[in-house]
């Protein structure tokens, strides 16, 4: 008998915090949107994405916007072969990265 009342305690326990929980994360919603915060969470994971500009490009590469394709391609090959044999993997990464931003930037210029 002890045993049973006690299973529904906690029972009714679990439910009225669950709910409260529920409740409480709608109402931060709600003040989230009231707020702005929603966008400006938007916005910050935009600006925190992955994809590389090509100014971040240029820089990562070492050449200008005046450089030329083949500059950049051999600027690229330069950095690549480097970090293969003794640098990091990210490095290399990063610079793989560069010249496939570059490359859809020269395409699209083309």
């Known amino acids: 008998m002890a045993s049973r009342f006690v299973a529904n305690l906690i029972l009714m326990g679990s439910t009225v915090v669950g709910r409260a929980l529920v409740q409480a994360y709608r109402q931060a919603l709600a003040n989230a949107a009231k707020n702005g915060v929603a966008e400006e969470a938007v916005n910050n994971i935009r600006r925190g994405s992955k994809i590389m500009t090509d100014v971040e490009a240029r820089q990562i590469l070492g050449v200008t916007e005046r450089s030329s394709w083949e500059e950049i391609l051999k600027r690229y090959d330069n950095l690549f072969e480097k970090n293969a044999k003794s640098g ?23």
Request: some cysteine; aromatic content about 18%; charged content about 15%.
């Open 88 to 110: 990091s993997f990210y490095l290399q990464s990063k610079v793989h990265r560069a010249k496939e931003c570059l490359q859809t930037f020269y395409q699209t210029q083309a």
